[in-house]
């Protein structure tokens, strides 16, 4: 399977299919609901977002990884050294995430800003524990998720100019992010984190040692759980706008970025049916569930990709 993928998006070189098998390695590790919607991608396809994914959960390890021997100025060293060699260029074969990055940025003509919004967020989690507004969380946002989308665009295809499709891709991109927000808000809290408002918490009465109190009795009091309801509703109001955004995408990428708004919109009404239980339990799709959207969503994708043997162009530089 992984041989007929970089056959089939003409990936010959030794070394360089070497880097992209360790990306995708990485993307089914690391990411179910993420690997499992990029099966329905064309072949040619998913080389590329498997590298756009590992750079990306490269980066965030570097950040996130649980390593009481790595301070915050040596994860601000390391970091460094990340953004110093992706942008000096090269082929970097010896490091093989940033090997098959730079060649899926050359085929598809990804804007090098992109990396660079993101790389500037991942330098804000250094330092930035909580945000005050929604404005400030947006701001982080822009680089940690809204580029994911923007950089997969190019992959993906649209059916007419790219910028009309931008808008739903920074969406979505956002929309997921906010949903790991809320359903790893205990999760944060151990990072001395808060990805939340402090404004829009506060409004319910919710301060940062409230939700410690709530993580350390594995309990979510009454005003953290309207405070959380009030998230989750702004969060499935993106959904809805980014779901828009499906049609303008070329069709063979559809049943895959369709299955993945749908499963990970999914997690959003977990967090709801436990009632806002995130302290005691983590939300997640089961597997059967992943397994039956993703299942009637092959046929769609297969038949897209009989229909229109030419999408595969029209997302490449």
């Given at each position: 399977?992984?041989?007929?993928?970089l056959?089939?998006?003409?990936?010959?070189d030794?070394?360089?299919?070497?880097?992209?098998?360790?990306c995708r390695?990485?993307?089914?590790d690391?990411?179910r609901t993420?690997?499992?919607?990029?099966?329905?991608l064309?072949?040619?396809?998913?080389?590329?977002?498997?590298?756009?994914y590992?750079?990306?959960?490269?980066?965030?390890?570097?950040?996130?990884?649980?390593?009481?021997?790595l301070?915050?100025?040596?994860?601000a060293?390391?970091l460094?050294?990340?953004?110093?060699r992706?942008?000096?260029?090269?082929?970097?074969?010896?490091e093989p995430?940033l090997?098959?990055?730079a060649?899926?940025?050359?085929?598809?003509?990804?804007?090098?800003?992109?990396?660079?919004?993101?790389?500037?967020?991942?330098?804000?989690d250094?330092?930035i524990?909580?945000?005050?507004?929604?404005a400030?969380?947006?701001?982080?946002?822009?680089?940690?998720?809204?580029v994911?989308?923007?950089q997969?665009?190019?992959?993906?295809?649209?059916?007419?100019?790219?910028?009309e499709?931008?808008?739903?891709?920074?969406?979505?991109?956002?929309?997921?992010?906010?949903?790991?927000?809320?359903?790893?808000?205990?999760?944060?809290?151990?990072?001395?984190?808060?990805?939340?408002p402090?404004?829009?918490?506060?409004?319910?009465g919710?301060?940062?040692?409230?939700?410690?109190?709530?993580?350390?009795?594995?309990?979510?009091?009454?005003?953290?759980?309207?405070?959380?309801?009030?998230?989750?509703?702004?969060?499935?109001?993106?959904?809805?706008?980014?779901?828009?955004?499906?049609?303008?995408?070329?069709?063979?990428?559809?049943?895959?970025?369709?299955?993945?708004l749908?499963?990970?919109?999914?997690?959003?009404?977990?967090?709801?049916d436990?009632?806002?239980?995130?302290?005691?339990?983590r939300?997640?799709?089961?597997?059967?569930?992943?397994?039956?959207?993703?299942g009637?969503?092959?046929?769609?994708?297969?038949?897209?990709?009989?229909?229109?043997?030419?999408?595969?162009?029209?997302?490449?530089a």
């Amino acid at each position: 399977m992984i041989r007929t993928e970089l056959d089939a998006a003409g990936i010959e070189d030794p070394a360089l299919r070497a880097a992209y098998r360790r990306c995708r390695k990485i993307a089914a590790d690391n990411g179910r609901t993420y690997f499992l919607a990029t099966r329905l991608l064309a072949p040619d396809q998913r080389p590329a977002v498997h590298a756009l994914y590992a750079f990306a959960r490269h980066a965030d390890d570097i950040l996130d990884e649980f390593n009481p021997d790595l301070d915050t100025a040596t994860r601000a060293e390391r970091l460094q050294r990340l953004s110093d060699r992706f942008f000096a260029g090269g082929e970097h074969f010896d490091e093989p995430v940033l090997a098959a990055v730079a060649h899926t940025i050359s085929r598809y003509g990804i804007a090098g800003d992109l990396f660079e919004d993101f790389l500037t967020s991942m330098r804000m989690d250094l330092s930035i524990t909580d945000y005050p507004d929604r404005a400030a969380l947006e701001l982080y946002m822009r680089g940690s998720a809204e580029v994911i989308g923007l950089q997969m665009l190019p992959v993906l295809g649209t059916v007419s100019d790219a910028q009309e499709a931008a808008p739903y891709a920074a969406a979505l991109g956002r929309a997921f992010q906010l949903t790991n927000f809320l359903r790893d808000v205990d999760e944060d809290l151990v990072r001395n984190r808060v990805y939340l408002p402090a404004d829009e918490l506060a409004a319910h009465g919710v301060d940062r040692d409230l939700l410690t109190w709530c993580h350390e009795h594995r309990y979510t009091d009454a005003r953290v759980r309207n405070a959380l309801a009030a998230q989750h509703q702004i969060t499935r109001e993106i959904y809805r706008f980014a779901a828009d955004g499906v049609q303008t995408l070329a069709p063979r990428s559809r049943p895959c970025v369709a299955t993945a708004l749908t499963l990970y919109s999914e997690i959003l009404d977990c967090i709801e049916d436990s009632d806002f239980s995130v302290f005691s339990q983590r939300a997640t799709v089961g597997t059967t569930r992943r397994l039956q959207v993703a299942g009637s969503a092959l046929f769609q994708s297969w038949r897209a990709r009989r229909g229109q043997p030419d999408d595969r162009r029209r997302g490449a530089a």
